[in-house]
């Protein structure tokens, strides 16, 4: 009974420890994509007033990501 819990605690611990480490590189890659997104011209990030005066004037639809 005893080697089932330590085995039960490690396989939590094991399995708490991926999520975690999943979620910082998510959160690096998606503030890395907006890093390299805000100094590209040609991408029009977080002003929304911006994106729609420029869809209007060149008649382009919009493509709009929520995170």
């Given amino acids: 009974m005893r080697v089932r ?3 039960m605690v490690l396989l939590m611990h094991a399995l ?5 480490c999943a979620q910082n590189e ?3 890659a998606v503030r890395k994509d907006k890093r390299e997104l805000a100094e590209d ?8 007033d ?4 420029v869809a209007a004037e060149t008649k382009r639809p919009l493509m709009i990501v929520f995170r």
């Fill in 41 to 48: 011209e040609s991408w029009i990030y977080d002003d929304l």
């Fill in 50 to 53: 911006k994106a729609l005066e």
């Fill in 26 to 28: 998510r959160d690096t």
């Fill in 16 to 20: 708490i420890t991926s999520v975690v």
């Fill in 5 to 7: 819990n330590v085995l």
